[in-house]
Nanobody, 119 residues
Framework: QVQLVESGGGLVQPGGSLRLSCAAS????????MGWYRQAPGKQRERVAT???????NFADSVKGRFTISRDNAKNTVNLQMNSLGPEDTAVYYC?????????????WGQGTQVTVSS
């Protein structure tokens, strides 16, 4: 089992920045991918950004150039730096951890942290 604990959400004005952090604990396997998804009211959960244990990153088109993702493999942490935030970024953000074994893919989620962009 893997536990994910998120921090860093909150209220920010349009154009502002926030940094989300997530720490994973438990049975950590490599290679793996960690990242962030978000879900706005009335919408499906969508991928925001992911980063593999090898350092490969992937971003949703809507956040490219504004968000960056980083991780510390030794500490099993992942961070999402969000800049130039707009109201469309308002959502609950979920940390994710995934890996594959002989049984198939495994995916774990954090409890979610609210990000609200409003003046």
């Amino acid at each position: 089992q893997v536990q994910l604990v998120e921090s860093g959400g909150g209220l920010v004005q349009p154009g502002g920045s926030l940094r989300l952090s997530c720490a994973a604990s438990g049975s950590i396997f490599r290679p793996n991918a960690m990242g962030w998804y978000r879900q706005a009211p009335g919408k499906q959960r969508e991928r925001v950004a992911t980063i593999t244990s090898g350092g490969s990153t992937n971003f949703a088109d809507s956040v490219k150039g504004r968000f960056t993702i980083s991780r510390d493999n030794a500490k099993n942490t992942v961070n999402l730096q969000m800049n130039s935030l707009g109201p469309e970024d308002t959502a609950v953000y979920y940390c994710s951890y995934s890996y594959s074994d002989y049984l198939g893919p495994n995916h774990y989620w954090g409890q979610g942290t609210q990000v609200t962009v409003s003046s």
